[in-house]
């Protein structure tokens, strides 16, 4: 949360400049760079690998992330501030048929039409608490450019525009009070190319154009703000930019990306490092190859992480407690922040802690997923779960959040099915580790790699399919569905099976019912589970002490 002089103050009269705000016209701050706060890590590769992932990161496992900004207004799915200006693609169908021209009703003008008016951040982080999240993460900012915290770089924010609510500051006050770490992801980097679709309709306006009269002779309403602080569009675009796809190729600023400018890159520097200063966030996740702006600029990613580092370590005794997750990481990278995989699974267990980030449904909130009862189910998101965590993993499931800060009937029905498990079996997910082996069955036999990414989540488990994660001497074994007869066999548990190390089971007992009949031999633990299934029919979780 914010501690320092300027932002007590800013405090105290944001009453008085909310009011005035939309009346009066922005006027341009000169600020300086926020400087790199000193400590145990310096800005190189190098010293950034004595970072270690904390223990309550790894004790943690689950965590809930609203994915939700100004994007969400349209209620179109994830990535409509470009797909608006993609003349053809229905998201620019939609936006015509409900908003008109892009040239007239552009992205700036979806920041200020949200307003985000029944959002109560307390009640959401709350409910998700209670559904067994053990920590919570905000967006930032996505590759809107638009920041959802009082930022003091960056005038296009949700306190100036929209809802005139500081959102990473309600979402922190909420975390605080339930007792939740909290994560902000930062994807700003990429407006630089992501707009580039905008420059034919209205990502080439600027400040001055604010000026001028609407037709009918009335003030536009951003009078005063500089649209090029939002798209950040006045250079020459990317090769091939009018192919909508072109930029996915060019994610880490090679083939033909048109590289950002100086400027540009320093202004998401301060903005990030500001972030960390005031709200102080346990975890940021960075949606980019690496870091922002790696493969054309390293010193940006390695300044932001050594800051955040250095916050943390001059706060805990020289320890640091914080957690950077970064995509597309080769193996040095993964030493020196968490590896995150996006809507999949690695088909093995990994040596270091690492991180699946998906959702139930688009990233930002699509009416059409909801219309269709196209979310993933309880049943799903616990079975990922599982596997994530059985390999060294920890799970952030996104849950898309309405225009107006509401998440949908079938998303709490979701919410309620996931705590109905998490009830019962959650001790075999919160502070466990990896056992001997992750798992046995027919998906740990074969082979399912990943593709750039992540993107393997379509996994069809069965009840043959069984994890393991362990804690002392309990090893927790999960079938993935409830077995056909109620009577199962677990190889690794078999007498001199290599897994059991010279060990042996002693007591046997299903979560949430009891002790369970059993027997062991050299072909596997048998066991016989009851009619009555506790936690539903997701995943029963049988806790083995083995000594």
Not at 104 to 130: H, I, Q, T
Not at 468 to 475: E, H, L, R
Request: net charge neutral.
């Amino acid at each position: 949360m914010k501690t320092n002089s300027r932002n007590r103050m800013k405090r105290a009269i944001t009453a008085v400049a909310l009011v005035v705000a939309a009346a009066l016209p922005l006027q341009a701050q000169t600020k300086g760079d926020v400087p790199v706060e000193n400590g145990p890590f310096a800005a190189n590769w190098q010293s950034l690998k004595a970072w270690e992932c904390p223990e309550w990161f790894r004790d943690a496992k689950f965590g809930i992330w609203a994915h939700w900004g100004p994007q969400c207004q349209a209620e179109s799915g994830d990535w409509y501030g470009r797909g608006m200006y993609q003349e053809g693609g229905w998201q620019y169908k939609y936006h015509v048929e409900h908003y008109g021209s892009p040239a007239d009703f552009g992205m700036k003008d979806l920041c200020n039409a949200w307003k985000a008016e029944r959002w109560d951040p307390e009640s959401l982080v709350k409910l998700y608490k209670e559904c067994g999240a053990q920590f919570f993460f905000t967006l930032g900012q996505h590759h809107d450019n638009f920041d959802l915290w009082d930022s003091p770089y960056q005038e296009w924010n949700s306190v100036r525009v929209g809802p005139r609510r500081d959102i990473v500051g309600e979402w922190a006050r909420a975390c605080k009070k339930y007792k939740l770490p909290l994560g902000v992801s930062i994807h700003g980097a990429h407006a630089w190319t992501w707009f580039e679709l905008a420059q034919k309709f209205d990502g080439n306006l600027t400040k001055e154009d604010g000026y001028k009269p609407n037709p009918d002779g009335t003030e536009k309403w951003w009078r005063g703000l500089d649209p090029q602080e939002l798209y950040a569009q006045r250079h020459e675009p990317s090769r091939g930019w009018e192919n909508a796809g072109s930029i996915h190729s060019q994610w880490d600023w090679k083939n033909g990306a048109s590289l950002p400018s100086e400027a540009y890159k320093r202004k998401l520097q301060n903005r990030v490092l500001e972030l960390i200063n005031d709200y102080d966030p346990q975890m940021l996740y960075f949606d980019d190859t690496v870091l922002p702006f790696y493969g054309c600029d390293d010193q940006v990613g390695q300044n932001i992480l050594a800051h955040f580092y250095n916050h943390s370590a001059n706060r805990h005794h020289g320890r640091q407690q914080v957690v950077a997750m970064g995509k597309i990481l080769n193996d040095e990278q993964k030493q020196l922040m968490l590896w995150d995989v996006e809507r999949g699974v690695p088909d093995r267990a990994q040596p270091l802690p690492w991180q699946t980030c998906t959702c139930i449904g688009s990233w930002h909130y699509d009416r059409g997923i909801y219309n269709r009862g196209d979310y993933k189910s309880a049943a799903r998101v616990v079975r990922m779960l599982v596997d994530v965590t059985s390999k060294n993993g920890c799970l952030l499931l996104s849950i898309p959040v309405r225009a107006d800060g509401t998440i949908d009937d079938k998303e709490v029905a979701i919410l309620h099915d996931l705590k109905a498990w998490m009830d019962v079996n959650g001790e075999s997910i919160f502070g466990t580790r990896p056992w001997v082996t992750f798992g046995e069955g027919p998906l740990a036999e074969n082979s399912n790699p990943l593709k750039d990414q992540g993107f393997n989540e379509g996994i069809k488990y069965s009840a043959q399919d069984i994890r393991f994660n362990a804690k002392k001497n309990i090893v927790y074994a999960t079938f993935m569905g409830w077995p056909e007869t109620n009577a199962a066999t677990i190889r690794s548990f078999a007498v001199g099976a290599q897994t059991m190390q010279g060990k042996r089971v002693c007591s046997v007992k299903l979560l949430g019912f009891g002790k369970v009949p059993y027997t062991v031999d050299a072909d596997g633990l048998h066991v016989t589970l009851p009619a009555a299934r506790p936690g539903g029919d997701i995943a029963p979780v049988l806790a083995v002490v083995v000594k």
